[in-house]
């Protein structure tokens, strides 16, 4: 039975383990930039409020840092557990990205302990906020050779194989497919989009709860400001995205389109249900999968005929498709309305309804990155190593994978409440109110 083959089992405890660690992964690399740039803006306005955010940022980021370790510790492990065959391959040909991804977190870790060691030792602000600079640059240089790796698997070169042989290693050549460019620039858009909105989500959160602090309001119009352009970059890195998978992955981007026959002035698919090859109560957008796919609303698409039904992706990935880019219009949509009537003052973004819906923005940015991930992985179905290797050769023959995935579901389930008790009693022992009132009576301290 499928359920008790380890491949099966070996993929549902890898999409587990990836569909954890990704949330830590994106806020990993999203939050730095938001910690630096709160502390540069309120450098430039001499504004105390700002500098707290970037404070109070930092020491979560810390709980979330650690976390990520853990889980990203356990995906290093389950590479080696669950893939050998794949890693026997790849590993002697990308196995440089991996260990500069190591190297690049440590000069993270390390620039930031230091951050977070010498608050209030620095009489200039300037000079504080430099160690930032390193642990940004570290948190998307690790995000950069992960994604690296994965380009690799879904656009494999590098090498040749010849006689089952691997002959003509070039690791270089691997590290910079086709894929890299986008799919390296979608990541950090998006990391950077989703953290920007799950920190204006906790503002609007607390703000609901009662707190009218000009501290909150500042650091919901910071983060929805940051959100909205993030949003933007991300819309125009998907539709490059777009570009990149008709050229290289067709048979993903007409899965995931339900685009069953190869046509000029191919029209956009979203929603829907499918019956057979037959679409259902779809909304069709004429023209728009020509001008995603070629910029030409009359260009040819390649069709799921072009493919043997052995190599095509699951047809159900279309949904994530849809998830992702539904996600993604709302919050660049609903954050440009937030920046335009906060600019003219209306009052409709202040009422509870309206913040309920900002609240909404960090979940939904969160689940339009599962959606995302689960459609690049599972979008490069039957393939582990796109062309070279299915899923199936690649997989562990053991017969403890379900064991396993007990064993680190648990840790899972302690992990994600551990997290969510710490950061919620550390912020609940130190409200904004309690810090700017210590500040400033150590502020008046030293004047007398």
């Given at each position: 039975m499928e359920f008790q083959d380890p491949a099966f089992l070996s993929r549902i405890l890898t999409l587990l383990t990836l569909s954890f660690h990704i949330l830590y992964a994106t806020i990993g690399v999203g939050v730095p930039l938001m910690i630096m740039i709160a502390q540069w803006v309120g450098i430039k306005k001499k504004d105390d409020h700002y500098i707290l955010l970037a404070r109070r940022w930092a020491r979560g980021f810390v709980i979330t840092v650690a976390v990520g370790v853990v889980t990203g510790t356990a995906i290093g492990l389950q590479l080696s557990l669950l893939w050998p065959n794949f890693m026997q391959l790849a590993g002697n040909v990308i196995a440089l990205p991996l260990f500069m991804e190591v190297f690049a977190f440590f000069f993270e870790a390390i620039f930031l302990g230091i951050y977070l060691y010498t608050w209030d030792r620095f009489e200039d602000q300037r000079k504080h906020f430099l160690l930032l600079i390193p642990v940004a640059l570290?948190?998307?240089?690790?995000?950069?050779?992960?994604?690296?790796?994965?380009?690799?698997?879904?656009?494999?070169?590098?090498?040749?194989?010849?006689?089952?042989?691997?002959?003509?290693?070039?690791?270089?050549?691997?590290?910079?497919?086709?894929?890299?460019?986008?799919?390296?620039?979608?990541?950090?858009?998006?990391?950077?989009?989703?953290?920007?909105?799950?920190?204006?989500?906790?503002?609007?959160?607390?703000?609901?709860?009662?707190?009218?602090?000009?501290?909150?309001?500042?650091?919901?119009?910071?983060?929805?400001?940051?959100?909205?352009?993030?949003?933007?970059?991300?819309?125009?890195?998907?539709?490059?995205?777009?570009?990149?998978?008709?050229?290289?992955?067709?048979?993903?981007l007409a899965a995931a389109e339900w685009h069953f026959e190869t046509e000029e002035d191919a029209g956009l698919v979203m929603f829907g249900i499918l019956d057979g090859e037959e679409v259902k109560y779809a909304i069709r957008i004429p023209y728009a999968l020509s001008i995603l796919a070629h910029s030409n609303p009359f260009a040819e698409v390649t069709g799921l005929n072009e493919f043997p039904e052995d190599e095509r992706p699951p047809l159900w990935i279309h949904y994530l498709f849809d998830t992702m880019v539904t996600i993604g219009m709302w919050l660049a949509f609903f954050s440009f309305v937030y920046v335009v009537a906060a600019f003219r003052n209306w009052s409709f973004i202040r009422t509870r309804w309206f913040r309920w819906l900002t609240v909404a923005g960090g979940p939904l940015a969160l689940i339009a990155i599962e959606a995302g991930w689960w459609f690049t992985e599972v979008g490069r179905q039957p393939w582990i190593l796109r062309g070279h290797m299915r899923v199936s050769e690649g997989a562990t023959t053991s017969g403890n994978v379900d064991l396993m995935i007990v064993l680190f579901a648990g840790l899972y389930i302690i992990l994600g409440i551990g997290t969510a008790v710490v950061l919620t009693r550390m912020y609940k022992r130190n409200p904004v109110e309690k810090e700017l009132a210590a500040r400033e009576n150590a502020k008046g301290g030293e004047e007398e």
């Open positions: 570290g948190a998307a240089a690790s995000s950069v050779f992960i994604t690296i790796v994965n380009a690799f698997m879904n656009q494999p070169q590098g090498f040749e194989i010849l006689n089952g042989e691997m002959v003509n290693v070039s690791p270089l050549l691997a590290m910079f497919s086709p894929a890299v460019p986008t799919k390296v620039a979608h990541v950090m858009a998006t990391a950077f989009m989703t953290s920007a909105f799950v920190l204006a989500s906790i503002a609007a959160l607390r703000m609901l709860g009662g707190s009218n602090h000009i501290y909150h309001k500042k650091a919901l119009f910071l983060t929805m400001k940051l959100g909205l352009v993030f949003a933007i970059a991300t819309a125009l890195i998907g539709d490059f995205s777009g570009k990149y998978l008709a050229e290289y992955q067709p048979e993903k």
